[in-house]
């Protein structure tokens, strides 16, 4: 059984910036890729960024230039900074993972419960 749990969000002024920080744990063989998606109020779920196993990173449009994210594999961990936040950029975001436990010989995707980010002055 695995779990992957996200944290640091909360209210920022615009302009603003927040880390978010996501852990997987469990009985973990391996991760490939990790990510961040957003799903704001009325809207459907978006890719934010993603980062494979290797370092490699991709971002969505909206977002490039201002968030970064990063991976600590030893920790098993999937960050997010976020610089120069927009009332736009609120939303719930989840963290996803493509964890192979020890159980299966195969990678199964595993999403976090969310964290509400809301920029607002």
């Known amino acids: 059984q695995v779990q992957v749990v996200e944290s640091g969000g909360g209210l920022v002024q615009p302009g603003g910036s927040l880390r978010l920080s996501c852990a997987a744990s469990g009985s973990i063989f391996s991760i490939n890729a990790m990510g961040w998606y957003r799903q704001a109020s009325g809207k459907e779920r978006e890719l934010v960024a993603v980062?494979?196993?290797?370092?490699?990173?991709n971002y969505a449009d909206f977002v490039k230039g201002r968030f970064t994210i990063s991976r600590d594999n030893a920790k098993n961990t999937v960050y997010l900074q976020m610089n120069s936040l927009k009332p736009e950029d609120t939303a719930v975001y989840y963290c996803?993972?493509?964890?192979?436990?020890?159980?299966?010989?195969?990678?199964?995707?595993?999403w976090g419960q969310g964290t509400q980010v809301t920029v607002s002055s």
């Open positions: 996803n993972a493509e964890i192979r436990p020890y159980s299966r010989n195969s990678y199964t995707t595993n």
């Open positions: 980062i494979t196993s290797g370092g490699r990173t």
